[in-house]
């Protein structure tokens, strides 16, 4: 059995689609520190956050963006970009979820090519936290709300009043992306003729 998060990946290779892929972690919560947090690795996206670090920077919005893992960056980012933190390896999950707990809002940058969501989303609604994303088929996905998901295509797309602002986030998550029924997709794959 092949399965896939990616749904265009699905379609073109006749494989199963699956959301079930997150385990919610506790989380303790916290009046958040920031307002926007980003955290990724490989170059595909690299010119994308840039651009979008010197926005919010521009307009006032207080950032944690961190790229880990590239050495080949570490100068390039140290000394031309401002608001993106460079880290040698990547951090373990547990502290990306201190990350997550003490920010506003969630950014979420698919890699070109890719439709699927990214991490991102899942941990967005498992923590009630706003989500800016480059994903157009949210709209389309579980647990979409316009009042605490935005989607942008270009700088002047994103509101960063939006981004700043305070308010209760709660998407009802009702642990539909569990490994459990992951479990139960696979079983029911099985049995069924």
């Known amino acids: ?7 265009k990946d699905a379609q073109n290779y006749s494989l199963h689609h699956t959301m079930a892929i997150y385990s919610k972690y506790p ?9 926007i947090y980003f955290s990724f690795t490989g170059l595909s996206r690299l010119e994308t956050v840039c651009s979008l670090s010197e926005y919010f920077l521009y307009n006032q919005v207080n950032t944690n963006i961190i790229i880990a893992g590239e050495p080949s960056l570490e100068e390039y980012i140290n000394t031309h970009t401002q608001g993106i933190h460079f880290l040698k390896s990547r951090k373990p999950y547990s502290e990306i979820i ?22 991102r989303y899942y941990e967005a609604i498992c923590y009630n936290k706003k989500l800016l994303t480059n994903n157009k088929n949210i709209v389309n996905l579980p647990f979409y709300n316009p009042a605490y998901m935005k989607v942008f295509e270009n700088l002047s797309d994103i509101d960063c009043e939006w981004i700043r602002k305070r308010e209760p986030v709660y998407y009802g998550y009702d642990n539909r992306f569990s490994p459990n029924q992951l479990l139960n997709e696979i079983e029911d794959l099985q049995t069924s003729p």
């Open 1 to 7: 059995l092949c399965m896939t998060y990616d749904p």
């Open 27 to 35: 989380i303790k919560e916290k009046t958040p520190s920031y307002d």
């Open 98 to 119: 201190e990350d997550i707990s003490n920010t506003n809002c969630l950014l979420e940058i698919l890699q070109e090519g890719h439709c699927g969501s990214t991490l």
